[in-house]
């Protein structure tokens, strides 16, 4: 069966510290990948796209990279701090006709 | 204007009722979408419309009826609905269904009684 999943689903770290989040997925050959953030009661926000001819993307603190031999993303926020505490979600398009199907999330605290 | 605006934001309806949800975005996105979410969980694909038109249905039950009566605004029809659909619905647009980031609203917090 197909299958998205987060490594964890929380994950707690001391600020100032790297946040690293895990996605894999089985039996899909997505042409890219998507990561979210999730607060409480909000709608997700988009965070990052890497397609599959991309090893690596950055944004300000935040990396992401895709392995689509392994068939695995990595997330990663550095220099973490408490205001980065949510849920991260990765998101897939199965279909890439817009079947955009989410993992299960990671919640990841930050602590002062 | 970057924002999906959906209304209301919170919504109890008894299950005899009839309702609607709506949402509305002004990107000029050519593709839409509702999900479900139940708490702790991730978002759940419930319909997707391309270029107005209906073009996912994930097997949805025929008491949520989707209309797309332009580019711009997204309806969810609801009816006869149990407590079990209580959930946060979400609407999502992008710029076509293709390769790129979905823009999410901030959900409508339904209460089924």
């Known amino acids: 069966s197909q299958k998205i999943e987060q490594n964890s689903e929380a994950l707690n770290i001391q600020e100032g510290k790297t946040a690293t989040l895990t996605c894999n997925y089985t039996?899909?050959?997505?042409?890219?990948l998507q990561w979210y953030r999730q607060d409480p009661g909000r709608g997700p926000v988009f965070l990052l796209l890497?397609?599959?001819?991309?090893k690596e993307k950055r944004k300000e603190r935040l990396k992401v990279t895709f392995d689509t031999t392994l068939k695995q993303s990595l997330f990663h926020i550095t220099a973490s701090q408490p205001a980065d505490s949510a849920t991260y979600l990765c998101?897939?398009?199965?279909?890439?006709?817009?079947?955009?199907?989410f993992g299960q999330g990671t919640e990841l605290s930050v602590k002062p | 204007d970057t924002e999906v605006t959906q209304t209301p934001k919170h919504l109890v309806m008894g299950m005899t009722n009839k309702k609607s949800l709506k949402c509305e975005q002004h990107?000029?996105?050519?593709?839409m979408y509702w999900y479900k979410q139940k708490a702790k969980k991730p978002p759940e694909l419930m319909f997707v419309?391309?270029?107005?038109?209906?073009?996912i249905n994930e097997s949805v039950p025929s008491r949520f009826s989707p209309e797309c009566p332009n580019s711009s605004l997204l309806n969810l029809h609801l009816h006869a609905l149990q407590p079990e659909d209580s959930a946060l619905y979400l609407c999502?647009?992008?710029?076509?269904?293709?390769?790129?980031?979905?823009?999410f609203g901030q959900g409508t917090r339904l209460t089924v009684v």
């Open positions: 999502a647009s992008s710029p076509n269904v293709r390769d790129t980031e979905a823009f």
């Open positions: 419309y391309s270029y107005e038109k209906l073009s």
């Open positions: 039996n899909y050959s997505p042409a890219y």
């Open positions: 990107m000029g996105h050519r593709a």
């Open positions: 998101a897939l398009d199965i279909t890439q006709g817009g079947k955009l199907i």
């Open positions: 890497i397609r599959e001819n991309e």
